[in-house]
C-alpha cells in the first residue's frame, strides 16, 4: 500500500472510529437509561448498573458497525471528489482498483471484528447479562427487600413489606403476581420468613390470604390461610440451569443444539434463522463498502450528481439490510425465506464489483435528479422570497 493508500486508510479508518464509537455510546445511552430503575428502584450500585448495561455494548457495535463503516466510506469519498483528488488520481493513471485497496482492507477487518463479535462475543457477553439480571434480581428477593417500598421485578412481580424484625422477619407483607396472563394474584400477610435450600428460595407466609382474579371475571376468589409458601425459585441463579433466548445462544448451540432442549423442539425455525442470520452478519460490511464505492468512487465534476448518488446508495443499503430483516424474521416460518438475504448479499457483491472494476457512474436516473433539482431550487426559491417579504 502506497502512501496514497495509507492516506485513505487512515482518513476512513478515522471517521469509522469516530461513526461508530459517537453512535454506539448514543445507543448504549438510551439502553442504559431504560435499565436506570436497577439504582433507582432496586437499590443497586453504580458499579452493577454500568457492568450490566454495558453488556450490550458488542451487540450494539456489531449492528452498527457495517453503517458506519458505510458513512466513512462516503465521507472519504466525498471529501476526495469535493476536492478534485479523485480526477487528479485517475489522470495519474490510478485504476479504480488501487484506489479501493485501502477501503478493501479496511472492510476486510470491520468484517472479521463483526464476525468475532457475532460468533463468540456477543453471545457471551448476553449470557452473562443474562446470569447477573437473574442473580441482581435474587439479591432483591433476598436481602434489598426494605420496608416501605414497593420493589418490582420484571415488571409483573411487586414486594412489599411494612417492617423487618432484628431477627429477619417480615411484617405486613403484599406480594402482587401478575406473570400469568390468565390470573393476577395478590397475598396479603401478617407476618413471613425468606427460606433458602436445596430445593430453592421461598417466601413462607403466615396468617394472610391470596386473591386470585381470573381474566374476564369480575369477582376474585379469595382464600384464607395459615401457613403459605410462595416459590421465588425462578427469580435464583443458583437453581437449575439459567435458560437462555436464541439470541443469546453460542454459535455452537445453533449449530448442534443440546439433546432434549426444550426451545430446540418447540422452534427449530428460530434456531435456523438465528444461525444465518449470525453466518450474514460479516458479509454486510463488505457488501455495503462495494456498494457506496460503485456510487461514489468514479471521479465527476458535479457535486449535484455525488449528492444524489449518496442517496442512491444509502437507498440501495437500506434495501439489502432491510432483505436481510425480513429474511431472519420469515425464515423462522419457512426455509426458504432464508435466502433472500443471500440474494440481497450477492447482488450487491456482483453488482458493486462490476461497476467498480468496468469504472461505471452510477446515478439515478436524469429524470429523477431533475425533479429532485427543481424541488431543491423551488425551496430556495420560496425561502428567499420569504426573507425578502420580512427583513
Not at 108 to 136: D, G, K, N
Not at 345 to 359: D, K, N, P, S, V
Request: with cysteine.
Amino acid at each position: 500500500m502506497g502512501s496514497i493508500g495509507r492516506y485513505i486508510f487512515r482518513a476512513t479508518l478515522g471517521a469509522f472510529l469516530v461513526v461508530l464509537v459517537s453512535v454506539t455510546t448514543l445507543m448504549w445511552i438510551t439502553q442504559a437509561l431504560r435499565n436506570f430503575d436497577l439504582m433507582t428502584n432496586q437499590g443497586q450500585s453504580v458499579l452493577v448498573f454500568v457492568g450490566i448495561t454495558a453488556l450490550i455494548i458488542p451487540m450494539l457495535m456489531m449492528i452498527i458497525a457495517p453503517i458506519a463503516l458505510m458513512i466513512a466510506v462516503a465521507h472519504v469519498l466525498n471529501k476526495l471528489g469535493n476536492d478534485s483528488e479523485l480526477i487528479v488520481m485517475n489522470a495519474a493513471g490510478m485504476a479504480p482498483w488501487q484506489v479501493f485497496r485501502p477501503f478493501l482492507f479496511l472492510g476486510i477487518l470491520v468484517s472479521l471484528v463483526v464476525a468475532w463479535i457475532s460468533f463468540y462475543l456477543s453471545p457471551m457477553c448476553l449470557q452473562e447479562l443474562r446470569r447477573w439480571a437473574t442473580q441482581v434480581r435474587a439479591e432483591i428477593v433476598t436481602s434489598n427487600v426494605q420496608p416501605g417500598r414497593f420493589i418490582v421485578i420484571d415488571g409483573k412481580l411487586t414486594l412489599h413489606i411494612r417492617s423487618r424484625e432484628p431477627n429477619g422477619q417480615l411484617l405486613g407483607i403484599m406480594v402482587d403476581d401478575q406473570r400469568d396472563p390468565k390470573e393476577r394474584g395478590t397475598i396479603f400477610a401478617e407476618r413471613g420468613d425468606l427460606l433458602s435450600n436445596e430445593r430453592g428460595i421461598f417466601l413462607l407466609l403466615a396468617s394472610g390470604a391470596v386473591h386470585r382474579q381470573e381474566a374476564g371475571k369480575q369477582d376474585p376468589v379469595i382464600v384464607r390461610f395459615k401457613d403459605y409458601a410462595f416459590d421465588l425459585s425462578r427469580l435464583s441463579p443458583n437453581v437449575g440451569p439459567v435458560t437462555f433466548a436464541i439470541h443469546e445462544r453460542s454459535i455452537r448451540d445453533l449449530i448442534n443444539p443440546p439433546p432434549g432442549d426444550a426451545a430446540f423442539k418447540r422452534s427449530p425455525g428460530h434456531f435456523r434463522a438465528e444461525l444465518h442470520n449470525r453466518m450474514t452478519m460479516p458479509l454486510y460490511p463488505l457488501a455495503f463498502l462495494l456498494v457506496t464505492f460503485a456510487f461514489l468512487g468514479a471521479p465527476r465534476t458535479t457535486r449535484q450528481s455525488r449528492a444524489m448518488s449518496l442517496i442512491g446508495a444509502i437507498a440501495v443499503v437500506a434495501v439489502i439490510r432491510a432483505l436481510g430483516f425480513v429474511g431472519t424474521i420469515s425464515g423462522a416460518n419457512s426455509s426458504l425465506a432464508l435466502i433472500v438475504p443471500y440474494l440481497g448479499l450477492a447482488a450487491a457483491f456482483i453488482l458493486g464489483g462490476w461497476a467498480m472494476t468496468r469504472g461505471v457512474v452510477i446515478e439515478p436516473p436524469a429524470a429523477l435528479t431533475n425533479l429532485v433539482n427543481a424541488m431543491i431550487e423551488g425551496v430556495r426559491r420560496r425561502t428567499a422570497a420569504a426573507a425578502g417579504q420580512h427583513p
